[in-house]
C-alpha cells in the first residue's frame, strides 16, 4: 500500500483514510511488511491495482474477522522472524516466529499492527471462541455453536463428540450465553459521517478508547452509532443501558 497525494496506490487503492474500519480485501497488504509482500511476488509500484486476491496469498479475500481467526503458521523458510498473530482462544495478539515465507495472512509485523487489525472481534465466553468439531463419535444431532467470524449463533450438524464444547441445543440458549448484553451491536459500528453537506456536531461511541467523542455528520446517511446528545451515547454505549425508542423520540425533538 502507498500512500501519495492523499492517494492510494497498489491494491488498497480503494481504502479510505478517513476510516477506523479498513476494507476487507486491504487488510492483509496493509500491514505486511514489505520483505513479506516480495516474498509472495506483491508488485511493489504503485500502478498495482488488481483486487489482492489476484496474488494468491492464503487468507486474501476473506472478511477480517475471518483473517484473524486463521491458525498461526511459521511458514516454510528458515529466516525467522518475530510476528505478531491473533489468538482466537484467548483473543490477544500474541508474538509467534515466523519463518520468512509461506503462511497466512494472520501475520503482522508489530503487535499494535495486530491489535488494529482485530480489535473489532468482541470478547465473548471462553467455550464460545472455540471452533466446531466436526469428527464423528456418535449418533448425530443438529445444535447451534456460536461463530466468532459472524458474532451469531449458527445451526450445525454435531457428530456426537463429547469434546465439542462450542455447542448448544438451540439459538437462544447460544445466543444468551455467548452474545454481549452489555450494549446494541450498532455500537460496534465505525464512525460514518454520511453522505450529504451539512456540518453537526454528533456523537458515536469509539470502541478503540470504550468512550463516546463528538465528531461532525453532513445530515443523511451514515449508520446508527449516531447520537445527537453526548449523554444519549454514553447511556446506550458506555453503560450498557437504553431505550432504544426513547432516545430517538428525543432526538427527533
Same mark, same amino acid.
Given at each position: ?80 522472524? /518475530?510476528? @505478531? %498473530? ?6 490477544? !495478539?500474541?508474538? =509467534?516466529?515466523?519463518? &520468512? *515465507? +509461506? $503462511? #497466512? ?95 453537526? /456536531?454528533? @456523537? %458515536? ?6 468512550? !463516546?467523542?463528538? =465528531?461532525?455528520?453532513? &445530515? *443523511? +446517511? $451514515? #449508520? ?30
Amino acid at each position: 500500500m502507498f500512500i501519495a497525494n492523499n492517494r492510494l496506490f497498489g491494491c488498497c487503492y480503494k481504502l479510505s483514510r478517513d476510516t477506523e474500519q479498513p476494507q476487507v480485501l486491504c487488510l492483509e497488504l496493509a500491514y505486511f511488511p514489505s520483505d513479506t509482500k516480495a516474498l509472495w511476488g506483491i508488485p511493489d509500484s504503485r500502478e498495482a491495482v488488481q483486487p489482492c486476491r489476484q496474488w494468491g496469498i492464503p487468507g486474501l479475500g476473506r472478511s477480517r474477522a475471518e483473517i484473524c481467526l486463521l491458525p498461526p503458521e511459521p511458514g516454510l523458510c528458515q529466516d525467522p522472524v /518475530t510476528r @505478531y %498473530y491473533y489468538d482466537r482462544y484467548t483473543q490477544t !495478539c500474541r508474538a =509467534f516466529r515466523f519463518g &520468512g *515465507c +509461506g $503462511g #497466512n495472512a494472520n501475520q503482522f509485523a508489530t503487535w499494535e499492527a495486530c491489535d488494529e487489525a482485530c480489535w473489532m472481534i468482541r470478547e465473548v465466553p471462553k467455550i464460545c471462541r472455540f471452533e466446531v468439531s466436526k469428527n464423528k463419535c456418535g449418533k448425530s444431532s443438529a445444535e447451534y455453536f456460536f461463530d466468532l467470524k459472524t458474532m451469531r449463533c449458527e445451526k450445525f450438524t454435531t457428530g456426537g463428540c463429547p469434546y465439542n464444547m462450542n455447542r448448544f441445543p438451540d439459538e437462544a440458549s447460544c445466543m444468551n450465553f455467548c452474545a454481549s448484553k452489555k450494549m446494541p451491536s450498532f455500537c460496534y459500528s465505525p464512525r460514518d459521517g454520511g453522505s450529504c453537506f451539512a456540518n453537526e /456536531t454528533r @456523537y %458515536y461511541f469509539n470502541m478503540r478508547r470504550k468512550a !463516546c467523542e463528538d =465528531f461532525n455528520y453532513t &445530515g *443523511c +446517511g $451514515g #449508520n446508527d452509532n449516531n447520537f445527537s446528545y453526548l449523554k444519549d451515547c454514553q447511556r446506550v454505549c458506555e453503560k450498557g443501558t437504553y431505550d432504544f425508542e426513547k432516545i430517538v423520540d428525543s432526538q427527533k425533538g
